[in-house]
């Protein structure tokens, strides 16, 4: 069985740092790519970064809005996937999904961040 | 960006009635290699998303066959037929052929 299970949230002051954490089991980690999906209180969801696998040089794309504040990585040997947040906003306030694959096929079931002074 | 344009925003539906929501992209959805990369996702009240079609018309496992997608290019639509109780939720389109990943604004599914 595929598991996805975010931690790391909490709450902070703007301009701060917070690192999650996703922790993963139930298919080949190595091999697969991996999200980071986020979703504002009462709002939409929005793709923040995508990390590819080894084979792919663990080439990460980013969405505009967090780009040079937000560094995602892995680690194969632990099966889990992080996202290192930095100068946090008010704005990056959401729940944080880890979700596996380009194609979102699988969801853990998310962790809260909340920015705010 | 691909924009990606849901429509409607809600939807207010009998038990055992069929609904269609819509979902256009600014660009062409077509990969290089062929095949087309957009997906239909279901959150339920407090729960994460679920995926529930990929690449337009594939169902994932356990999903009722009820549901059903369609379209292609830049034009697609969800259809459930016969409604339930537990198909209410947020439905969103997602597109992941063009970086960056993009979702529609979500379709809120209520029953009357």
């Known amino acids: 069985e595929v598991q996805l299970v975010e931690t790391g949230g909490g709450l902070v002051r703007p301009g701060s740092s917070l690192k999650l954490s996703c922790a993963t089991s139930g298919f080949t980690f190595s091999n697969t790519w991996m999200n980071w999906v986020r979703q504002a209180p009462g709002k939409g969801l929005e793709w923040v970064a995508l990390i590819k696998d080894k084979y792919s040089n663990y080439e990460a794309n980013y969405a505009e809005s967090v780009k040079g504040r937000f560094t995602i990585s892995r680690d194969d040997s632990k099966s889990r996937v992080y996202l290192q947040m930095n100068t946090l906003r008010d704005q990056d306030t959401a729940t944080y999904y880890c979700?596996?694959?380009?194609?979102?096929?699988?969801w853990g079931q998310g962790v809260m961040v909340t920015v705010s002074s | 960006d691909v924009v990606m344009t849901q429509t409607p925003p809600s939807l207010s539906v009998a038990i055992g009635q069929s609904v269609s929501i819509s979902c256009k992209s600014s660009?062409?959805?077509?990969?290089?290699?062929?095949?087309?990369?957009l997906h239909w996702l279901l959150q339920s009240s407090g729960r994460s998303p679920k995926r529930l079609i990929y690449q337009v018309s594939n169902l994932d496992s356990g999903v009722p066959d009820r549901f059903s997608g369609t379209g292609s290019q830049k034009d697609f639509t969800l259809k459930i037929s016969r409604v339930e109780a537990k198909d209410l939720g947020v439905y969103y389109c997602?597109?992941?052929?063009?970086?960056?990943?993009?979702f529609g604004s979500g379709t809120k599914l209520e029953i009357k």
């Open positions: 979700t596996r694959t380009i194609d979102f096929d699988y």
């Open positions: 660009q062409s959805l077509v990969y290089s290699d062929g095949k087309t990369y």
């Open positions: 997602a597109q992941t052929t063009h970086f960056p990943l993009t």
